[in-house]
């Protein structure tokens, strides 16, 4: 896939002693090094996956790496992220990403794209790049990197986690499948969780990711068999590793132009229809829910929907936990009806998106209530910041 020229490409003096380990094997030797040096390689997202196969990829030598990112560093982004430090918290995860790349090798071309890539720009930003590397954590951004990948005739490296599993695979290499083989439709917007929402083991992101890089690095060296074909499943609570075989589909579509993929995957519409189930939804602020409390009113039932591990980090004085899973089975209902007796209810969750659905089921039983706004989050930031955010 990769033939680049390598007459103008030169080790120094220093890339053979940084690079000796790689020098002596046979499969890589001083050629495959010329190519590492002159490969070039976008990453997609300085997140879990894109922290470690950037830092390894450093390492390894790559001589351009590009990195497409518009996020700021996040104290909760440390537990996996590890491209990223305490020090940068606050501040862009490109610039962040550069600064530790350079510590590691300072010789690596770093490009930086601080922007959402859309279907406007991702063309223009994969061009100049041999591969393209995954490492995002959204519907619309993995069918647009896959389209852009198809069109500009580029490997499309790939990886996803999820709390304890994750999966990668390698899309749009040598005449094997790509993403849309793999997921022809998206799923309905909000039926798999984020690990914002699902958490997600630190370490795992750490495994998934240094696949990937692997995975480059023998696409630029043209050395063993990648996973094109193949996706591979690991499982980190039961240390496993399974293959599912990926074929083309010879009736997919014909991608021919990068599309709108927020509309392709149902985001407005399903951010419509919230809307409008909403829009007659009774709302307080926790400013609102402070008051009532400070008041010895102990006239309503105060609702947390979250799961009991939440629960059990952070909780609102006087809150009785009946997660939304309760709710949506319908157990949950008759518990909260048995617990009103006729009292207020209000409900709230981590931000208030997963109250407001519970109190949407509630109200098609007949069960009126008010939401709490921006959730047990707003109460720390606004009301009591002893209470941990997470």
């Keep these: 896939m990769l033939n680049p020229n390598l007459d103008d490409i030169q080790l120094t003096k220093e890339d053979y002693e940084r690079y000796s380990r790689h020098l002596i094997l046979p499969e890589v030797g001083v050629e495959g090094q010329k190519k590492l040096k002159a490969a070039s390689v976008l990453c997609v997202g300085t997140g879990g996956l894109g922290s470690p196969l950037i830092l390894y990829l450093a390492a390894a030598g790559i001589g351009r790496i590009g990195i497409v990112d518009f996020d700021v560093v996040d104290y909760s982004n440390l537990q996996r992220q590890i491209i990223h430090s305490t020090s940068w918290v606050g501040k862009p995860k490109i610039e962040s990403a550069k600064n530790r790349i350079l510590e590691i090798n300072p010789h690596c071309q770093v490009d930086l794209y601080e922007t959402r890539l859309s279907a406007e720009n991702a063309l223009e930003i994969f061009k100049p790049y041999d591969i393209i ?53 998206p799923p309905p917007p909000g039926l798999v969780p984020s690990c914002a929402e699902g958490g997600v083991l630190g370490i795992l992101p750490g495994i998934i990711g240094v696949i990937q890089a692997t995975e480059a690095v023998k696409i630029i060296l043209g050395q063993g068999k990648t996973l ?43 951010k419509a229809a919230e809307a409008e189930q909403q829009s007659d939804l009774k709302e307080m602020t926790v400013q609102d829910l402070k008051a009532l409390i400070d008041g010895g009113d102990d006239d309503y039932l105060l609702l947390d929907v ?85």
């Design 306 to 390: 979250r799961n009991p591990n939440e629960y059990e980090i952070a909780q609102i004085p006087g809150s009785v936990l009946i997660p939304l899973s309760e709710i949506e089975s319908g157990a949950g209902v008759e518990k909260v009806r048995d617990m009103l007796n006729g009292h207020k209810l209000i409900a709230h969750c981590k931000m208030g998106g997963r109250s407001a659905k519970a109190l949407g089921i509630l109200k098609s039983a007949g069960i009126e209530g008010t939401n709490v706004k921006g959730g047990i989050q707003a109460w720390s930031r606004e009301i009591d910041a002893s209470v941990p955010e997470y």
């Design 133 to 185: 590397i995954d490492g995002t954590d959204n519907f619309p951004t993995r069918y647009l990197v896959n389209d852009a990948c198809v069109l500009l005739n580029k490997p499309n490296v790939y990886g996803s986690i999820f709390r304890f599993e994750g999966q990668a695979t390698v899309f749009n290499y040598e005449d094997g499948p790509n993403y849309r083989d793999l997921y022809p439709e």
């Design 228 to 270: 094109s074909g193949r996706l591979l499943l690991y499982n980190a609570l039961d240390m496993t590793f399974r293959e599912l075989k990926l074929r083309p589909n010879p009736e997919r579509p014909v991608i021919d132009q990068l599309i709108d993929y927020e509309e392709f995957c149902g985001i407005p519409q399903a």
